[in-house]
């Protein structure tokens, strides 16, 4: 049983769209599709968490910024409508410094976080505005002001004592990494053991099929 797939949905948009014709509200459109395909897979594959990075930290404006904040307003309201969140009681989390996107992002993602609070069957996390070696410097910063305060002694810092302070300290490590074709930080400190699928192509044509037999190959 996999208790942990994490899927990048990282890669060279604007490149893509240029050579699909694309307007980056349809990718972005596209990226919502897929999320909420993830969602659906979660539950029928019976996976108890799945983390879906969505949005790197310290965004480029190359064109398709509003567009791509656009984007992810419009997947927090339909991930907030979708009827498998509450029948089957999925629990959404938001990892990465999410608190600096704009407000109406913010409202969106406290909206669905209280929404889903008491939910405990799966585990969905979005990372937005996320960056695995920022995720480890807050958890080495959080520890640093422990051992400042007296309340912990340098000798006692651990790996567990890393892992209990990074964004996803209260979930497993991640069984099955997918990516397209490069590395991009995404939970850089739980990948090591992870099985890493390197799709070689644009995260949009990942396909359904095409995720089953990843996750498949990966319960071997």
């Keep these: 049983m ?10 060279n948009d604007y490149d893509f769209c240029v050579e699909k014709g694309l307007f980056p509200a349809q990718l972005y459109e596209r990226r919502t599709r ?10 029928h594959l019976d996976i108890p968490v799945i983390s879906v990075f969505v949005l790197p930290h310290a965004l ?18 339909r991930l907030r409508e979708s009827a498998a969140v ?3 009681l999925v629990k959404v989390s938001v990892l990465g410094k999410w608190y600096d ?3 109406r992002i913010v409202e969106r993602i406290k909206g ?3 929404y889903t609070r008491e939910y405990d069957r799966f585990f969905f996390n979005l990372c937005l505005n996320y960056d695995g070696q920022e995720e480890i410097a807050d958890a080495c910063r959080l520890i640093c002001l422990r051992v400042k305060s007296g309340r912990l002694d340098p000798e006692n810092v651990s790996a567990e004592t890393i892992k209990e302070n990074i ?17 991009d930080g995404f939970l850089l400190w739980d990948s090591p053991g992870a099985m890493v699928a390197f799709t070689g192509k644009h995260w949009s044509e990942l396909s359904r099929k095409e ?3 990843l996750v498949n190959d990966a319960k071997g």
């Design 2 to 11: 996999l208790r942990h797939v994490a899927v990048s949905l990282q890669g």
């Design 60 to 77: 480029k404006d190359d064109g398709s910024l509003e567009f791509n904040l656009e984007g992810i307003f419009d997947l927090l309201g």
């Design 167 to 183: 964004y996803a300290s209260y979930f497993p490590p991640p069984d099955l990494l997918i990516k397209g074709s490069r590395l």
């Design 101 to 103: 996107l704009p407000g």
């Design 86 to 88: 509450p029948q089957k």
């Design 34 to 43: 897929m999320v909420l395909g993830l969602l659906k897979a979660q539950v």
């Design 112 to 114: 669905i976080i209280d």
């Design 211 to 213: 995720f089953l037999k």
